[in-house]
């Protein structure tokens, strides 16, 4: 089992080296010997050790930032480039054809040549190319010019028949008999 150490905050790390310098320098003057962790270390070494740990950060820092910045030219000049190269490449290819010499003064390989089918494989392909045909029903530009269609003759247009008179209405009220 492996244990990983966590890195600290830099920012936190640099603000609290940055403060026990300065503290030191100001309130440590008459100090020159400390005792920490069981050892006795000189005030000097001990604030030339910090101030190594952060010029250490801030190398790391600019090293990053540095690249950073050259990663990002790279993303932005690296298609254009590839572009051209690929582009120049087929101008090669073109100009010098199949000459395996001059094509690997450029670090490029002839184009495989597929060998000869035989007579075998030639019937295998035609015969499978028939058969999809067939099963999808394709024709050639003649049959298809062949291939027309029909018209309906035209029968009489039907004409509607006027609407029924729609019922009177049903009154379904009740009538009461007069009062005596």
Not at 19 to 42: F, M, W
Not at 116 to 134: D, F, G, S, W, Y
Request: no cysteine; charged share 15%; hydrophobic share 45%.
């Amino acid at each position: 089992m492996t244990t990983t150490t966590r890195q600290p905050n830099r920012a936190k790390e640099v603000t609290a080296l940055t403060g026990l310098i300065s503290g030191a320098k100001k309130r440590l003057t008459g100090v020159t010997q400390v005792t920490l962790a069981g050892a006795t270390i000189t005030l000097a070494v001990l604030l030339s050790d910090l101030q190594g740990l952060l010029d250490q950060i801030a190398g790391v820092e600019a090293a990053r930032a540095a690249f950073q910045s050259k990663l990002e030219a790279l993303n932005t000049q690296a298609p254009v480039v590839r572009a051209l190269a690929s582009a120049f490449t087929a101008f090669v290819r073109v100009t010098f054809g199949k000459q395996a010499d001059v094509l690997g003064d450029f670090a490029l390989a002839p184009r495989k040549v597929p060998p000869p089918k035989t007579l075998e494989q030639k019937q295998a392909i035609a015969a499978k190319a028939l058969a999809t045909r067939e099963a999808r029903g394709t024709v050639g530009p003649k049959a298809k010019k062949a291939i027309t269609g029909t018209v309906a003759p035209a029968t009489t247009p039907v004409t509607p028949t006027a609407p029924a008179a729609p019922a009177a209405p049903v009154a379904t009220t009740t009538a009461t008999p007069p009062k005596p």
